[in-house]
């Protein structure tokens, strides 16, 4: 686990360490950010759309509709982690092929989520040949979402992984390989993996946050172990020369 210096500063080992790097298989995790920051992004609630029934009773109506407003409400911030407007990135982790992996963990930082994104940024920055980034729907979750939260906290992002509309070379999305252009094929990482005999998840993502809090040991463990899945299932995919 990278734990910075005092008063949060960067790490130039680390740093270089990466930079010398071809290929780093990346993985992010997030956790939603305070209610107080995200509840005015609460769609409205239109009462006139929940369906009643044959209820009569007007008691059972109002009460059928006010659950229905705080299931609305629920569901919001129970998905407010997969959002980029209403989540924060709260680890990142990083593993150059075949080496062993170093993470960014917000909560080590007094920055939090600002230091592990320039952090984040440092160690990928492109001196020469840019290394390629490889994630499992990082194109649709990990990078847009790190992109997008360096765009808010006006950190410029790595634009090398962009090219115009699209991601670049640099970006080898594994979801994307395993469709081979049929965005209807599904499968996540833990089925994939499953499938060709090389490991499962030992988790489930949407936990990460909290478990963070209570034994960030376990929560670095599971996050190394989808690096590891990653990493895998990168050389399954992905002729290697």
Known sequence: MITPKPGGARIPDITRKFKMKKTIIVDIETGPLPQEQILHL?????????????????????????????????????????????????????????????????QEFPEGEIAILTQFNEMIRVDSTPATIVTFNGNTFDLSV??????????????????????????????????????????????????MGIGRKSGNGKDFAALLKTDPYAAIAYLRNDLVLTEALYKRLVPQY
């Open 42 to 106: 609460i769609p409205e609630f239109k009462p006139e759309d929940v369906k009643t029934g044959n209820l009569k009773d007007p008691a059972k109506i109002e009460e059928k509709i006010a659950a229905a407003c705080a299931a609305h409400r629920e569901s919001f911030i129970r998905d407010a982690a997969l959002d980029a407007l209403t989540c924060k990135i709260v680890a990142i982790g990083m593993k150059p092929l075949n080496e062993e992996p170093a993470f960014l963990v917000g």
């Open 146 to 195: 790190i992109f997008r939260r360096c765009l808010i906290h006006n950190i410029q992002p790595p634009r090398h992984l962009r090219s115009g509309r699209y991601w670049s070379a640099f970006s080898c999305d594994l979801r994307e390989e395993w469709q081979l252009g049929d965005k209807k094929t599904k499968g996540s990482l833990d089925s994939i993996c499953q499938a």
